[in-house]
């Protein structure tokens, strides 16, 4: 499956946006979609999954509150809505895929770039 992530950008403190990461090749239902973030001189970190037939979701505390993340079948894309972003979350966001739940993430997308401004 091919990956692609876009909406990144800048925002001021407060502000909101929403990442897309659009699939081809392949039903992204069928996988576990994850985000990523990597900030400038650190490594990547998760910020958030959806997984199952019922879409559960999991953040990182860091996010929690703030982002959502949501999946549209018929569009097969997967949504990282950010709200009330922080200087802190200035980062390239990676979408990536896995089998399962638990399995590696075996598909990356191309980031793209948040910038919060304070």
């Known amino acids: 499956v091919q990956l692609q992530a876009s909406g990144g950008g800048l925002v001021q403190a407060g502000g909101s946006l929403r990442l897309s990461c659009a699939a081809s090749g392949r039903t992204l239902s069928r996988y576990t979609m994850g985000w990523f973030r990597q900030a400038p001189g650190r490594e990547r970190g998760f910020v958030s999954r959806?997984?199952?037939?019922?879409?559960?979701?999991y953040y990182a505390d860091s996010v929690k509150g703030r982002f959502t993340i949501s999946r549209d079948n018929a569009k097969n894309t997967v949504y990282l809505q950010m709200n009330s972003l922080k200087p802190e979350d200035t980062a390239v966001y990676h979408c990536?895929?896995?089998?399962?739940?638990?399995?590696?993430?075996?598909?990356w997308g191309q980031g793209t770039l948040v910038t919060v401004s304070s």
């Open positions: 990536a895929a896995s089998e399962s739940l638990g399995s590696s993430w075996r598909y």
């Open positions: 959806i997984s199952g037939p019922f879409d559960n979701k």
